[in-house]
């Protein structure tokens, strides 16, 4: 089954405590990005990768960092998390092949940062 | 510079009637991706459609259809007989394929849209 899975779904952790949130495909598929959710603001894109190696920020990407060291996996990685970075986060994969640019979304991770 | 309004913060209707969710995009781009999707209570993101910028058909899916027009840069979405599974929250989304390569991607702030039995 084609799928984005993220983990951990959940996450209450406190202000500075390193964290990392794991999002794999198994689509072969060549864009990965991050987004979070906030009330009212839809989603907005924090990094975005367009193939191994290949990274650029969204619009939100103080406070994150990413890597993609293999094609499936894009892990999204707070070094020093904050209160205000509480959200609901979500990953997607999408294609560039038959252009059909629908983007694949994982389940999400709520984060709580307290 | 991108952006995606959907000036209805929520909407409420009752069961069987149409309701039609607005969204207006900028973009200074020739080429870019339109999108509608769908986040029901439990929270995933469901894909409904996708327009290009050179693709102006209106498309109709079962009780779904989309307007999409260029001329005022709207691309909105109507549901036909509206039945209380239809409750979520809509995005509206633009993409535009980046220099580097990737997609940068802007999602309106959605449309809360609550059907009533």
């Known amino acids: 089954e084609a799928q984005v899975t993220q983990n951990p779904r959940y996450l209450i952790t406190v202000t500075g405590k390193k964290l990392t949130v794991t999002c794999s495909q198994n689509?072969?598929?060549?864009?990965m990005s991050w987004y979070r959710q906030d009330p009212g603001l839809g989603l907005r894109q924090i990094y975005y990768s367009m193939n191994v190696e290949v990274t650029d920020k969204g619009d939100v990407p103080e406070g994150y960092k990413v890597s993609r060291k293999e094609k499936r996996n894009f892990p999204l990685i707070l070094e020093s998390p904050s209160p205000n970075q509480t959200s609901l986060y979500f990953c997607?994969?999408?294609?560039?092949?038959?252009?059909?640019?629908?983007?694949?979304f994982g389940p999400g991770t709520r984060l709580t940062v307290t | 510079a991108q952006k995606v309004t959907q000036a209805q913060t929520e909407i409420s209707v009752v069961e069987k009637e149409d309701v039609t969710l607005d969204c207006v995009y900028e973009t200074r781009d020739t080429t870019y991706y339109l999108f509608w999707y769908k986040q029901p209570p439990s929270g995933e993101l469901v894909f409904l459609i996708r327009r290009n910028s050179f693709d102006e058909q209106n498309e109709i899916s079962g009780r779904y259809s989309w307007n999409f027009q260029k001329s005022t840069s709207s691309f909105n979405f109507t549901i036909t007989a509206s039945q209380v599974v239809d409750s979520a929250v809509y995005f509206c989304a633009l993409s535009e394929k980046k220099r580097t390569g990737g997609f940068k991607t802007i999602f309106g702030a959605g449309t809360r849209l609550f059907v009533k039995a």
């Open positions: 997607a994969s999408r294609s560039d092949r038959g252009r059909s640019y629908e983007q694949y």
């Open positions: 689509m072969n598929h060549e864009y």
